[in-house]
């Protein structure tokens, strides 16, 4: 609720490495990053975290699939207490549930949507009353609510929400709004970011210690940390071609996205799927070696995982090098080997040094299935 505290952080050691200027973190504690979700669980407060986890909910997210490091989510998953998903479709995370609250689709309920590069508010309108048990998040909480005693939610309705959403908006009529369903902003003169700190530097500085744009950040510097240097400049990646660990694992994997779907959306839709396969692409003297042909299943593993999919051999990717597509829905046999093709499976569950995921790259081995 707005104003109310969250006791589990009071007093919790910060981030390493958290600045306190950053807005979107303003109290730099909980767990700032999905990657380290697994870690988490895992280990609770003796891995420095704010609590023990016993209970997960799972809200519209394909988890474990988009988590790096898969096996790692996994191992978690089975240290839960209890699960609830809220979902639309029978995802990898719905499978794990202990119970699955069927969630409406944007087609089963009311909202209201905005512009980002375009300025407007756009209302939409269900279009088919919820199917079956699905009901929207909404719903939920004002039933779950009135099991739990909780007034404040006494005769919400998706209008009114809607409503009060725009009532402080530039939307003056709600009503004629939801009838037109499209409210364009006019703007009276183009956008210019940073419009108000330029004009009006006393007034309106910039979230640093200096209150200007600053290209070297002595904060930074003060922190002495090799991965956040003070000046912007290339950093040797972690399971890069210069990483002991290529002896291994000798070919550098990319992740990179796919034309048919949208990270795991449409994933399932048999037309699409129709269109491309994953697979993995392969420059030709890597599976030559390999005595890999084309089309032929293989096996892409490191330390982490196994994951099998078929092999694009093709010259549009540099020898030493591999791509396979993200967004497959991780899909294990009974030996927790994963039928998909998901790259995530390879992943590092690490996170950089600036508190982002490292999803890009990994180092693995490739071989005949």
Known sequence: MKGVSNPVVQGHPIYKNFLPVRKKYPRGVGIYCAAKLPDALLRGRAGGYPSDYKLLLIVNTNYPTQNPNINKSVEALKQMEFIVTVEQFMTPAAK?????????????????????????????????????????????????AAKLGLSEFEGMSEDNVLRDMMKDSVVSDYDAFKQQAVYRIELSEPYVAFKKEIEDPENHPFPTPSGKIEIYSQQLADM?????????????????????????????????HFRRRAHTQYETVPWLRETQTQQIQMNPADALSRGIADGEMVRVFNDRGVTVLPAQVTKRIMRGVVAIPEGAWYDPDENGVDKAGSPNILLKDEISPGGGFITNTCLVQVERA
């Open 96 to 144: 794990w549930a202990d119970i699955v609250l069927p969630s409406s689709t944007f087609l089963e309920r009311n909202d209201a949507t905005h512009g980002e590069s375009v300025p407007y508010f756009g209302h939409q309108s269900k279009v088919i009353d919820p199917i079956g048990e699905c009901k929207s998040h909404l719903q939920m909480v004002i039933e779950l």
């Open 224 to 256: 002495n940390d090799p991965g956040l240097p003070p000046i912007p400049k290339y950093i040797e990646p972690w399971e890069g071609r210069s990483d002991p660990l290529v002896a291994k694992y000798p070919l550098q994997l990319l992740t990179i």
